[in-house]
């Protein structure tokens, strides 16, 4: 019954799902993200009630990873094993992705052995580049540009934390700190659902304008705001959510003394700043975090702290999109087939002996 409700879901949404790659948020309309998050509500609540079903039987995913991870390994890996599929990790350096062989011959060659791709990868261009030569679906795990995993599992999270009274459009979501790629997908899929969305940073680590004009086109269509500041109490004054990130990344090591002066202490979210939201206020962060920089110890661990349940919801939010994306590609022999193959291989054996 589950797997017939999901298999008529997909049947239905392939036919207006254009890409087959999940790269940014953006190359999905809204009724399609959340439809994305039915999905990813209904293979939450079969899990939780230890029913996950093997949808993706025998099916593997190829992991690529230039980067270090925790989240978004593990919870790929544990999704595709709880859908009955197979995942192999392959760490930054282990195989010859643009160094010995091009990426066009590693997307070619990954396909024939793969039913999807998930990447993450230094550059941008680098997962583009997999999906445009790879005839499997690419998952986008994260790069210099953007996070679409991390930000559709996030505006899941928003929704199971609903305040009371408001809908999914009335939100207000306020990023407090540096624009990263987590921050760049977040403005992007809060103004495409119709929220207000408020990056709120010192001048130079603002929003870029490419960026802020996409987040304004899809205010345009969706009814939503964007508004960039420097002023971070009358920011959080009206947040439902407030969100943050890392004030720096690796390479970026040369600038820590003048990036924590710059955020530090105005942009740090602290029990100071948290008092000046609303008291319904949630505190999210997409993690690691490096506490006691952009967010205290005192926060990250208060009621208001919702981190971990964003962290739990990355692995129902892959297997939402593992199933979303990979099941309706499988391609199962019948009973028969299969008989017809073990009867020919057995007298294979019988003739041997
Ligand atoms: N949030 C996130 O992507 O975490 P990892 O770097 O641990 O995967």
């Not at 999940?22 to 029913?51: C, H, N, V, Y």
């Not at 996070?147 to 305040?163: A, G, K, N, R």
């Not at 002023?231 to 924590?260: C, H, K, M």
């Not at 309706?328 to 028969?336: D, H, K, Q, V």
Request: negative net charge; hydrophobic residues 40%; charged residues 25%.
């Amino acid at each position: 019954m589950f797997v017939q409700r999901i298999r008529t879901a997909n049947q239905r949404l392939y036919g207006i799902m254009k890409p087959m790659h999940f790269l940014d948020t953006q190359d999905f309309s809204k009724p399609e993200l959340l439809e994305m998050m039915k999905m990813i509500r209904l293979l939450k609540t079969a899990d939780k009630a230890g029913a996950c079903p093997p949808l993706l039987e025998g099916a593997s995913l190829g992991m690529i990873f230039e980067e270090p991870s925790t989240r978004t390994r593990v919870s790929f890996e544990v999704a595709m094993t709880k859908l009955g599929g197979h995942a192999l990790y392959l760490k930054p350096g282990e195989i010859h992705l643009g160094v010995r062989e091009s990426l066009s011959d590693t997307a070619n060659v990954l396909e024939r052995m793969v039913d999807v791709i998930e990447a993450r990868t230094l550059k941008h261009e680098t997962v583009v580049g997999l999906a445009k030569d790879a005839d499997v679906p690419v998952i986008n795990g994260l790069t210099d540009y953007n996070h679409p995993t991390q930000v559709l599992c996030d505006v899941f999270t928003m929704t199971e934390h609903l305040p009371e009274g408001k809908r999914m459009e009335d939100l207000s979501v306020v990023f407090v700190g540096d624009a990263t790629n987590v921050c760049n997908s977040l403005a992007a899929i809060c103004t495409q659902m119709g929220m207000r969305f408020t990056h709120v940073a010192p001048a130079k680590y603002q929003l870029t304008e490419v960026v802020r004009k996409l987040a304004r086109t899809n205010c345009e269509v969706s009814g939503g705001s964007l508004t960039v500041t420097e002023n971070v109490g009358e920011a959080v004054s009206d947040a439902d959510f407030i969100y943050t990130d890392l004030w720096w990344w690796v390479g970026q090591e040369d600038e820590i003394p003048e990036r924590r002066d710059t955020f530090m202490p105005d942009y740090q979210v602290n029990a100071s700043l948290v008092k000046k939201a609303p008291a319904h206020c949630k505190v999210m962060h997409c993690l690691p975090a490096s506490r006691g920089v952009e967010a205290t110890d005192e926060v990250l661990d208060s009621p208001q702290s919702i981190i971990f349940d964003q962290a739990e919801n990355r692995l129902h939010t892959e297997k939402g999109l593992l199933v979303w994306f990979v099941y309706p590609r499988l391609e199962r022999a019948s009973e028969e087939t299969r008989r017809k193959h073990e009867e020919t291989i057995t007298a294979f054996f019988q003739q041997q002996s």
